[in-house]
């Protein structure tokens, strides 16, 4: 039998909500799959999509961009900036034939550590079922950094 | 080239049981740039920050990697340690390896490699780290208390009495809070307005405090010490400087038969009216939705009373903005309705009340005068029951948590009742007794020995009327689930505490967390209590979590100590984490084309235009300037900038791009 693809998962989390939330989850001791690794900047208006791509492009299998709930965010706005360009971002990407089942983009409040395991969970389950990402580092090309 | 160290912690058991951390220290050594790699029992602890600190002189280290628990608890600690060593405490970095990897994964290869990734990241990192320095900015001495419970008031005395200025925000027309309608106090009994209303008046005359009541936050902006609170002061419809609270105009008011809030809809109170006898201030309002004038445009029966003339019928909400260095919230709670309860006949039986009616009924003040008499027929009840825990610990009603006052006021209410009835018959329905605190167990006690208060260890599933006796259908655990029926005359529901209403909204406007339920969240739940996560921000009483009167008052006096604290610094340090636009030599001078969607983008109005000028002072380009002062760091502009002139310190492009090539 094949040993079980391990998908690598990229996590662009806010600092004041998400990042929080994580660390609940950690001291509630709940127990989630080890593929994700954490990216923290201090708000979701920080991201910028083009590291979503470099890290699809440097091996990331499946993205997770999140932050505070709407109405929630530290600096007031900039979970609706973030979401704004994502919604450009995700057209843009559709048509580039981008498959966005890879890039998962959700709330988690400093008091849902439950749900970001849960969130972790599904995301890579999901990437696990899809197989490693090569289409998008096959057009990216390996030569461009 | 980077000299870096890498100082993996143990956490006693908590990493190092999950996770392999001499294999990690190892792994650690093999990434460049890497010039020291240990691990060791307890980081934080004395022994591990001084290795740390020897290490950094001893290898020349210029960044440091310290892998243990989150960022969010001891980044300060180790970023002061490092700068003990003469090295910039901003090029320290912690990897969360408790949090985000032993702590939610199982023991085994793959979470000791993620430990090491998670490192490698923050290694690559710190490489493109700059050293910053803390940015001073100065602190308005004068804090701001929104709530005028009793936890309000201890905070802004406290603060009052540390000299510094107070400004006590209260939505309702008194001070006073909960506290000023409870008629008696556990475990003492002593009588609550006769320990509040001195409090209150204290807090009305202190040369330190400015009272606004009938008011409301709106809106906030700024930081700690530099916040600029909006604050709407509601028309009471009345000059407070005139009016001299001889109460002429109430006596005369026609329209006498409102539902009174202050006692919780027991009583009446006419639509000019002062909450309650002691209100502080003692100045009228009037409540333009039942008043005859506003409905009708006839009236102004008030007016023509008012010797002073004082009534302003025209007068409007006038928003007031401050200058304040540090906010205590101190909300308060609100009780669960009954009308939550079908089982108790959604509220509509009108002897089926909650505990802060039955305060009002038992209340000197109330609208019996004291005298126990039940709210549908006024006469005196002879069995009265109980129900501790109604709604809390339900998770189908939506609180699973304990409300933590109940199984004492319920004790309290028993034991009044008896007092006041000596031949009545009290019942407690009750799941546990939860009496933890000083004299408690011995008052629950005191209630079932001496008063003679009969406890039954079950719940009820069911109230209903029949020949003018309410019906109660319970169960008593204790004799084997054997069914209880009780016919009595007035039952006291225990409803559950809930946050405040609108305290998310308010949370909102203060950027400040808030639970599932709607309760403030603390910094840390057990190390920082009375502070948010925003700094400046602080916490007291029932608005964090149900909280009863002494745990309140001791938090208060816990959050005036921080802002007494904060007020003794000449200035603030503030963490230099804020966005910067780049400058170039001329003629290119930035890469900055002006075009301004920053400032859109910009939370704060931290942008600002730059004219550059030639000598002879025509302008050559407008280009964007960031205010230190007011950037807040959330870098939303510098995912904005098309031409990426623009960039956070300590989250720069740089930085965050080294950490995904790592991936």
């Given amino acids: 039998m094949a040993e079980q693809f391990e998908p690598k998962i990229t996590a662009f989390v806010c600092n004041w909500c998400t990042y929080a939330g994580a660390d609940l989850t950690g001291t509630s001791r709940i127990k989630y799959q080890s593929n994700v690794r954490v990216l923290r900047v201090p708000c979701t208006g920080r991201i910028d999509y083009m590291m979503v791509l470099k890290a699809l492009h440097k091996g990331a299998d499946g993205i997770i961009v999140s932050g505070c709930h709407p109405n929630d965010c530290h600096y007031t706005s900039g979970n609706y900036h973030a979401r704004r360009r994502w919604m450009v971002f995700k057209k843009m990407m559709e048509v580039m034939g981008v498959d966005m089942r890879r890039i998962t983009f959700s709330w988690v409040s400093a008091a849902e550590g439950a749900r970001w395991a849960q969130l972790v969970n599904e995301v890579t389950d999901q990437v696990r079922a899809l197989g490693p990402y090569t289409a998008f580092r096959q057009v990216v090309g390996a030569g461009v950094e | 080239m980077s000299r870096i160290g890498v100082f993996t912690c143990h956490c006693g058991e908590n990493i190092g049981a999950t996770v392999d951390c001499a294999k990690v220290a190892e792994m650690c050594r093999a990434i460049p740039g890497v010039v020291h790699s240990v691990d060791y029992k307890y980081m934080c602890s004395d022994p591990g920050q001084r290795m740390m600190q020897e290490a950094i002189r001893e290898h020349q280290l210029d960044g440091v990697v310290v892998a243990a628990c989150s960022p969010r608890m001891h980044e300060p600690t180790f970023r002061r340690a490092v700068s ?3 090295i910039n405490p901003y090029m320290c970095e912690m990897a969360n390896l408790r949090e985000h990897c032993s702590w939610v994964h199982e023991k085994g290869e793959a979470t000791t490699n993620k430990a090491a990734d998670l490192i490698r990241v923050l290694v690559e990192k710190v490489k493109h780290n700059e050293p910053l320095h803390p940015i001073k900015v100065p602190v308005t001495r004068t804090a701001m208390v929104i709530g005028g419970g009793v936890g309000g008031i201890q905070v802004a005395l406290d603060i009052a009495n540390g000299g510094h200025k107070v400004v006590l925000v209260e939505k309702s027309p008194s001070i006073g809070g909960h ?11 002593d009588c609550s307005q006769c320990i509040l209303t001195p409090r209150m008046v204290e807090a009305a005359q202190h040369p330190n405090i400015t009272l606004m009541t009938y008011s409301e936050v709106e809106k906030v902006d700024g930081f700690i010490g530099n916040f600029k609170v909006t604050v709407r002061k509601k028309a009471r419809k009345l000059d407070e400087k005139l009016c001299t609270g001889c109460g002429l105009c109430i006596q005369k008011c026609p329209n006498k038969k409102i539902s009174d809030e202050f006692n919780e809809g027991l009583g009446t109170r006419t639509a000019i009216y002062v909450p309650f006898p002691q209100a502080v201030p003692n100045k009228p309002v009037i409540d333009m939705k039942n008043c005859t004038f506003y409905k009708t445009g006839k009236c102004k029966v008030c007016e023509k009373m008012c010797p002073t003339g004082a009534i302003r019928f025209e007068q409007e909400d006038e928003l007031v903005t401050l200058d304040i260095g540090a906010i205590v919230l101190a909300t308060g709670f609100k009780l669960m309705k009954t009308d939550a309860f079908p089982e108790y006949g959604y509220g509509k039986h009108k002897d089926i009340i909650d505990g802060m009616q039955f305060e009002r009924l038992a209340s000197a003040s109330g609208p019996t005068s004291g005298v126990m008499k039940r709210p549908s027929d006024g006469k005196e009840p002879k069995t009265v029951v109980f129900i501790a825990c109604s709604g809390s610990r339900d998770r189908a009603k939506g609180v699973p948590y304990c409300s933590k006052i109940c199984c004492m006021y319920t004790a309290k209410h028993a034991m009044l009742y008896k007092h006041k009835v000596h031949s009545g018959k ?13 004299d408690y167990d011995e008052f629950v006690r005191r209630a079932i020995e001496e008063d003679e208060v009969k406890y039954i260890r079950g719940r009820v599933s069911r109230i209903y009327e029949e020949d003018g006796k309410l019906i109660v259908m319970g169960a008593d655990t204790l004799m084997g689930g054997e069914p209880v029926v009780i016919k009595a005359d007035m039952v006291v529901l225990a409803t559950a505490v809930q946050s405040n209403d609108r305290s998310e909204e308010l949370a909102q406007t203060l950027h400040v967390s808030y639970d599932s339920y709607g309760f403030f969240a603390e910094a840390h ?22 909280r009863d009167i002494p745990e309140t008052v001791a938090q208060a006096s816990g959050a005036a100590a921080k802002v007494v604290g904060l007020f003794s610094n000449e200035e603030l340090t503030r963490e230099p984490i804020v966005a910067v636009v780049n400058r170039q030599a001329a003629p290119v001078y930035s890469t900055c084309t002006g075009c301004f969607l920053c400032q859109g983008a910009c939370p704060y109005q931290a942008i600002e235009q730059e004219e550059i000028k030639a000598r002879d002072g025509q302008i050559l380009m407008t280009l964007a300037r960031i205010n230190p002062g007011l950037c807040q760091g959330c870098g939303t502009c510098v995912a904005t900038c098309r031409t990426k002139a623009i960039d956070l310190q300590g989250f720069s492009n740089e930085q965050l791009y080294a950490e995904l090539m790592t991936l």
């Avoid at chain 2, 925003?534 to 007291?540: Q, R, S």
């Fill in chain 2, 84 to 86: 003990g060593a003469g």
């Fill in chain 2, 179 to 189: 506290m000023s309608q409870l008629s008696e106090t556990f475990p003492t009994l």
């Fill in chain 2, 426 to 438: 009290a019942y407690v329905f009750y799941m546990d007794i939860r009496a933890a605190g000083k």
């Fill in chain 2, 525 to 546: 739940p057990k190390l920082r209590p009375v502070e948010t996560n925003t700094a400046g921000i602080f916490l007291a009483g029932a608005c964090q979590a149900p």
